[in-house]
């Protein structure tokens, strides 16, 4: 079964096709389980204070996308990001009556832009931005608001887009304290195929960080493509699926209403 629990739209200020669109796009590639998780950044792309979130607009966008593709099996989830910046703006945000599935993420540097927009001079001032992401990370990990933590580490995709070769390696401690506070709670993490844009072949986090969490006992584990375009919505999937394989993973998991369901990893 190919499911797919990443996923955003024109919703998301950097995605460029609707949630219809997207629906049908993975229906049409074979997808059996679809969830939306636009973007909601408790602290956006260039630092600026938060934006209202609307759920209304979401569920307008969810409903239309279900008539636009019906009986398929679309859910709809919310990728938070920096929920530690404002604990009771996050508890009141996934109180809304549905929310299928939640992606906690962290995308910025402490208290200010995206990850994205950073410069990548030497491998010691890497290791120094590794070192303080990870840390809001462990925050996110010890706090109730996500069910996954997106996409573990973010900030190596814009370092080696700018030459820089480095690793999570000298974070192992807090790399392994994340995992612990997220298999405690019967949280998981999730293997985003990003990286097989433009011609790469990667996931986020890597294989060896997604076996290092096998081998820490992490059994909770979603996939999803993290596409901001139809073009995308099966990108690097069925790779990283047999990648999963390999490792020893033998199960992903799916939610509903923010409960978990295993299911077999086979495409």
């Known amino acids: 079964m190919l499911v797919n629990f990443h996923c955003h739209s024109t919703l998301s200020s950097d995605a460029s096709s609707t949630m219809p669109e997207m629906a049908r796009a993975a229906r049409d590639a074979g997808i059996e389980v679809l969830c939306m998780t636009d973007h909601?950044?408790?602290?956006?792309y260039d630092g600026r204070k938060f934006e209202r979130f609307s759920w209304e607009k979401s569920e307008?966008?969810?409903a239309e996308a279900c008539a636009a593709v019906p009986g398929y099996d679309l859910r709809l989830g919310i990728e938070l990001g920096s929920s530690f910046y404002d604990p009771a703006k996050a508890?009141?945000?996934?109180?809304?009556?549905?929310?299928?599935?939640?992606?906690?993420s962290a995308h910025n540097f402490p208290g200010g832009p995206d990850y994205y927009y950073g410069t990548y001079e030497s491998p010691a001032q890497c290791q120094q931005v590794l070192d303080e992401y990870l840390d809001q990370v462990l925050m996110l990990a010890r706090s109730p608001y996500y069910d996954v933590l997106g996409h573990l580490d973010y900030p190596l995709r814009y370092m080696r887009l700018q030459g820089q070769d480095v690793s999570l390696s000298p974070q192992h401690p807090t790399v392994q304290a994340i995992f612990r506070a997220v298999i405690?709670?019967?949280r998981g993490i999730e293997c985003n195929t990003s990286g097989y844009r433009g011609g790469g072949r990667s996931?986020?986090?890597s294989r060896d960080l997604l076996a290092a969490y096998r081998a820490a006992g992490g059994r909770r584990l979603t996939i999803g493509t993290d596409a901001h375009h139809t073009d995308q919505i099966v990108l690097g999937l069925k790779e990283s699926y047999q990648m999963l394989r390999d490792i020893g993973f033998t199960e992903l998991t799916i939610y509903r209403d923010r409960v978990p369901e295993q299911i077999k990893l086979e495409a």
Do not use: N, R, W
Not at 40 to 44: K, T, W
């Open 40 to 44: 909601c950044d408790l602290l956006p």
């Open 60 to 62: 307008a966008a969810y």
């Open 91 to 104: 508890e009141k945000i996934l109180s809304h009556q549905h929310v299928d599935f939640v992606i906690g």
């Open 184 to 186: 405690d709670s019967d």
């Open 203 to 205: 996931t986020f986090p």
